[in-house]
């Protein structure tokens, strides 16, 4: 059984930086791709990124491109989101997941496993 774990969720204000990382046990973590993803109140849960199974290819939602970085470190199990000049219109809860390939994936319907999400709030 795979299990995702967040962290690194907060209350900032806008301009703010965080960076969430997501802590991977339970299978061969540098096999998959990982991604982001991101819910708001009322909103459908939503793409942020994903990094493929070496790192070396990311994709971003267009809404975050310029100000998100994701990277992983396989030795560690781990993934980061980093997000630089927050936005008001970026409080969500953010969820980390791993897919069933290898390849760097967008379509929420190919990931598997979920975190429990880490809380984002940024105030103007």
């Known amino acids: 059984q795979v299990q995702l774990v967040e962290s690194g969720g907060g209350l900032v204000q806008a301009g703010d930086s965080l960076r969430l990382s997501c802590a991977a046990s339970?299978?061969?973590?540098?096999?998959?791709?990982m991604g982001w993803f991101r819910q708001a109140p009322g909103k459908e849960r939503e793409f942020v990124a994903t990094?493929?199974?070496?790192?070396?290819?990311?994709v971003y939602a267009d809404s975050v491109k310029g100000r998100f970085t994701i990277s992983r470190d396989n030795a560690k199990n781990t993934v980061y989101l980093q997000m630089n000049s927050l936005k008001p219109e970026d409080t969500a809860t953010y969820y980390c997941?791993?897919?069933?390939?290898?390849?760097?994936?967008?379509?929420?319907?190919?990931?598997?496993?979920w975190g429990q999400g880490t809380q984002v709030t940024v105030s103007a």
């Open positions: 339970g299978r061969t973590f540098n096999s998959y791709a």
């Open positions: 990094i493929n199974w070496s790192g070396g290819s990311t």
């Open positions: 997941a791993t897919t069933r390939a290898t390849v760097a994936e967008i379509r929420r319907s190919r990931y598997n496993y």
